[in-house]
């Protein structure tokens, strides 16, 4: 039986090292990520040119597709082909070290990347790949489930935190908004599908019909008990748990498997911080589990949306709303 060879045992320990590092530390491994990758495409741009014909060994360990395709087209246009490649990787540094919306571009980049080379087998240090790949996932993890909010609002205790125990997926999201908190209230009070929309992607979320640019006194209505429709059907939902006006709004499912918390905090008299925090408990036995997994990715998308919607609301002057909302 052939050996293991110490570079291959070295490379799958580093793997480990910073997959624990992504999960203990994300912030750490988001730079630790964004020095590689920069560090990688200046070394391929510059081997690229010195010496391109290194990059015919990979063909040694990879799939018979990829070898393929590395002694064919490749073997043809390898100063073309690596810089593009390490240009690649150099911007996915750029956006790790960037933040904000770069920085998920930069995460979904470097997961392509990795996801893409697994196929080299041994010559990418297969499965270091992989598990580099679940390493960058936790920090794109980090980032969305603590978007906009600050360090100290992550700590807050919150109404409805006890409602959820052990949840899955734990978020709490901020965003400044310069309005006082009645003027932002009444925008989260008539969320809902069939209501005022999601002030998201409609076409997603609230089965392509525009959401609503004014407040409309039809779905001003709040009680405890309430049902607030998620899906256009109706049947998809949650339900007012608690409420105080111009201060928060808390939804749960009944069943202690979710909640939703809307919280407006004065920072002065022209602005307001609005937070959502979010608590799921997933079912992992059933076939949910895999609306909850797409969810766990991509929540983060429709939810900034759906602020940054209610932001242009909130500040929107009064008298440059349109007549109509629903369109």
Not at 59 to 83: C, D, K
Not at 180 to 199: E, K, L
Not at 292 to 313: A, F, N, Q
Request: glycine share 8%; hydrophobic share 45%; proline share 6%.
């Amino acid at each position: 039986m052939e050996t293991i060879s110490w570079p291959y045992a070295v490379s799958q320990l580093v793997s480990i090292i910073i997959l624990i590092l992504a999960w203990k530390k994300p912030v750490w491994a988001r730079y630790l990520f964004a020095v590689i990758f920069i560090v990688a495409g200046l070394f391929n741009w510059a081997t690229s040119l010195r010496a391109p014909e290194s990059y015919l060994m990979f063909a040694e360990t990879a799939v018979p597709l990829y070898r393929n395709f590395i002694h064919g087209w490749f073997s043809e246009h390898i100063t073309l082909m690596v810089p593009f490649v390490a240009t690649g990787q150099i911007l996915i540094g750029a956006g790790l070290i960037a933040g904000g919306r770069w920085l998920a571009l930069g995460c979904l980049g470097a997961i392509l990347f990795l996801m893409a080379i697994a196929p080299l087998g041994v010559g990418s240090a297969f499965p270091f790949s992989i598990t580099v790949s679940i390493a960058v996932f936790l920090v794109y993890r980090h980032w969305q489930l603590r978007w906009g909010a600050t360090k100290t609002e992550l700590s807050l205790s919150l109404p409805g935190d006890e409602l959820v125990k052990r949840p899955d997926f734990n978020a709490t999201r901020g965003i400044a908004i310069q309005a006082a908190p009645g003027q932002i209230f009444p925008w989260i009070v008539q969320i809902g599908s069939r209501r005022a929309g999601w002030y998201s992607i409609d076409r997603i979320d609230n089965a392509g019909i525009r959401s609503s640019w004014e407040i409309l006194p039809e779905f001003q209505r709040l009680e405890q008990g309430q049902f607030i429709p998620f899906t256009p059907d109706q049947k998809q939902g949650m339900w007012v748990h608690s409420f105080e006006k111009d201060w928060f709004i808390l939804w749960e499912d009944k069943k202690g498997n979710a909640s939703w918390l809307w919280y407006l905090i004065p920072v002065s008299p022209g602005e307001t911080r609005l937070l959502t925090r979010l608590r799921t408990r997933y079912d992992w036995k059933s076939i949910w589990i895999l609306y909850y997994l797409i969810y766990d990715i991509g929540d983060i998308v429709m939810m900034s949306k759906c602020m940054k919607g209610i932001r242009k609301r909130s500040e929107r002057p009064e008298g440059s709303r349109p007549v109509s909302g629903t369109g």
